[in-house]
Nanobody, 121 residues
Framework: QVQLVESGGGLVQPGGSLRLSCVAS????????MGWYRQTPGTQRELVAI???????DYANSVKGRFTISRDNAKNTVHLQMNSLKPEDTAVYYC???????????????WGQGTQVTVSS
């Protein structure tokens, strides 16, 4: 099995910064993509940022220029640097990984448990 453990959430004032981290562990052959999603009560989970194994990135329009996703393949870790935070960034942030368990095997998706980010004065 594969586990994703997130860290780095918390309370920050508008304009502040936070850095989220997610570490994947378990029976992993390769990780094809890692990303961050967020969800607020009553809404669907939405993509925030994603990075592939070749370091290609994509961002939601609402966070472009403020958030940066990065990945350490050797440590199976993904980070999300969040700057210039706004109250509307408040949400539970989830890490997602697309993982192959064996060479040539199918990909499976795994989710972390989520970490709360609250932007408020």
């Amino acid at each position: 099995q594969v586990q994703l453990v997130e860290s780095g959430g918390g309370l920050v004032q508008p304009g502040g910064s936070l850095r989220l981290s997610c570490v994947a562990s378990g029976s992993i052959f390769s990780i094809n993509a890692m990303g961050w999603y967020r969800q607020t009560p009553g809404t669907q989970r939405e993509l925030v940022a994603i990075v592939t194994s070749s370091a290609t990135t994509d961002y939601a329009n609402s966070v472009k220029g403020r958030f940066t996703i990065s990945r350490d393949n050797a440590k199976n870790t993904v980070h999300l640097q969040m700057n210039s935070l706004k109250p509307e960034d408040t949400a539970v942030y989830y890490c997602r990984a697309i993982v192959a368990l064996v060479r040539g095997g199918v990909n499976y998706q795994y989710w972390g448990q989520g970490t709360q980010v609250t932007v408020s004065s």
